[in-house]
């Protein structure tokens, strides 16, 4: 197994594109998560899948942020309209439905800034 | 509230010990969990504890917890410049059963040869 993998690793866009990330979990992974972490801060929760169904969004995640995870595999992150306080590190995780003790696998990670 | 403290900066000596203290506030949390953050890697699981547990020892770590106070704290015995990263800690909060980690700011921790 190769892990979490995320694409792309950076994006850069101009205030009010949108852009879109994907998130590939460990295979046989129900559970998905994506988390956010600015400069200096820990990771902050914004959604939380089990295989296709979102069950859990943050506060955090405005109308302008959409999650999918259609086949209960890779899971996509869109924002539209992107501000420059968008700019982060978006971070996917994924961890089995009845993992000992539950722990998530991260990946690398997808910087985003927005200028 | 969720909220889980850590300090900000540590700063040792090659082959002293560390010890990184954490704050939470979930007494629901089955697990609490103490990741590793390296310059442009991934976060990397370092070591976890069950709640019912009050101390953990796994090669150079130690991990203290104190269920009342709601306290945890890791140990790195012989601190090596290997060691130089952020450590977060995160409890897992039971409610909603979804397992999202709540995370401290995390710890810098400089190691001085």
């Known amino acids: 197994d190769t892990g979490v993998s995320q694409d792309p690793r950076h994006k850069i866009t101009k205030r009010g594109q949108n852009v879109t990330f994907r998130c590939d979990p460990i295979s046989e992974h129900n559970r998905l998560y994506w988390y956010r972490q600015t400069l200096g801060q820990g990771p902050e929760f914004l959604t939380y899948?089990?295989?296709?169904?979102?069950?859990?969004k943050s506060r955090l995640l405005s109308d302008r942020f959409s999650a999918e995870r259609p086949k209960g595999s890779f899971s996509t992150l869109e924002i539209q309209r992107t501000e420059q306080g968008d700019s982060a590190m978006y971070l996917c995780?994924?961890?089995?439905?009845?993992?000992?003790?539950?722990?998530?696998?991260f990946g690398p990670g997808t910087r985003l800034t927005v200028l | 509230g969720e909220d889980v403290e850590q300090s900000l900066f540590l700063s040792v000596r090659e082959g002293d010990s560390s010890v990184i203290n954490c704050t939470y506030t979930d007494s629901s949390s089955t697990y609490l969990y103490w990741y590793k953050q390296e310059p442009g890697a991934g976060l990397q699981l370092l070591t976890y504890i069950f709640s019912n547990m009050d101390m953990k020892q796994d090669q150079r770590l130690t991990v203290l917890l104190n269920k009342k106070d709601k306290h945890l704290s890791l140990r790195i015995a012989d601190t090596q410049t290997g060691d130089s990263a952020i450590y977060f800690c995160?409890?897992?909060?039971?409610?909603?059963?979804?397992?999202?980690?709540?995370w401290g700011l995390g710890t810098s921790l400089a190691v001085n040869p």
């Open positions: 995160a409890e897992s909060p039971n409610a909603g059963n979804n397992r999202k980690l709540i």
């Open positions: 899948f089990q295989n296709e169904a979102q069950l859990e």
């Open positions: 995780a994924s961890t089995p439905l009845a993992g000992a003790y539950n722990e998530q696998f």
